[in-house]
């Protein structure tokens, strides 16, 4: 992994805000259009189910997916057979270049520890606190990610990932994401397949 040499630390600036600016900075670079957004929304999301999040849980819903961000080193999904394997994979990396960050921007050592296992555990959950993560990631990609994900991957990708992420979902966002609604036709009959769908797919 290549080292973030260009991080900027202001001794006066909290170390909690250093590391959200350069995580956001970073992500702002992806090639993926709507990982900036995703990324917010995800804290957003985190922040409404858990208005009192913790600063590592906060960090962790903004770089979740910061492995995406640099096309040279990001994980990539033709490299693995297995998908969940695949988003495992993502999800290690994304937090060694989390643990990167928060180092150089000075963060508590505790802190670090916990919001880089949160990062490795979102895909998956497991706890209360990464299966709220893993929620709020779950149901942003239905809110934000879908629409664009579409008009690259075409349908029958999409309701794939749909059926996979809908997987993921608890019960409670699931009723969330069952009331979501498109501006395209398209994308509404592809959350109805989805929802009406029992297997997972990949």
């Known amino acids: 992994?290549?080292?973030?040499?260009?991080?900027?630390?202001?001794?006066?600036?909290?170390?909690?805000?250093?590391a959200k600016q350069q995580i956001r900075a970073i992500i702002s670079k992806s090639s993926v259009p709507e990982d900036p957004r995703h990324a917010d929304n995800v804290l957003e999301w985190l922040l409404k189910l858990k208005p009192?999040?913790?600063?590592?849980?906060q960090l962790a819903a903004l770089a979740h997916d910061i492995d995406r961000a640099d096309d040279q080193t990001?994980?990539?999904?033709?490299?693995?057979?297995?998908?969940?394997?695949?988003k495992?994979?993502?999800?290690?990396h994304s937090a060694a270049i989390l643990?990167?960050?928060?180092?150089?921007?000075?963060?508590?050592?505790?802190?670090?520890?916990?919001?880089?296992?949160?990062?490795?555990?979102?895909?998956?959950?497991?706890?209360?606190r990464s299966n709220l993560l893993k929620d709020a990631d779950s149901i942003s990609y239905f809110e934000v990610n879908?629409?664009?994900?579409?008009?690259?991957?075409?349908?029958e990708e999409t309701?794939?990932?749909?059926?996979?992420?809908?997987?993921?979902?608890?019960?409670r966002m699931k009723e969330v994401c069952q009331s979501l609604s498109y501006?395209?036709?398209?994308?509404?009959?592809?959350?109805?397949?989805t929802v009406s769908n029992k297997d997972d797919v990949f």
């Open 1 to 18: 992994m290549k080292p973030y040499a260009g991080l900027l630390f202001a001794v006066t600036m909290d170390s909690i805000d250093c």
């Open 52 to 57: 009192d999040a913790d600063e590592a849980l």
């Open 74 to 86: 990001k994980i990539k999904r033709a490299d693995f057979n297995d998908y969940d394997q695949f």
């Open 88 to 92: 495992a994979a993502h999800a290690h």
């Open 99 to 128: 643990k990167q960050i928060l180092q150089q921007c000075q963060v508590e050592p505790s802190i670090i520890d916990n919001s880089c296992q949160l990062v490795e555990q979102h895909e998956v959950g497991g706890d209360p």
């Open 146 to 155: 879908m629409p664009l994900y579409f008009q690259r991957e075409g349908y």
């Open 159 to 171: 309701l794939k990932r749909c059926i996979w992420g809908y997987h993921r979902l608890s019960p």
């Open 183 to 193: 501006s395209h036709d398209v994308l509404n009959k592809i959350l109805k397949e």
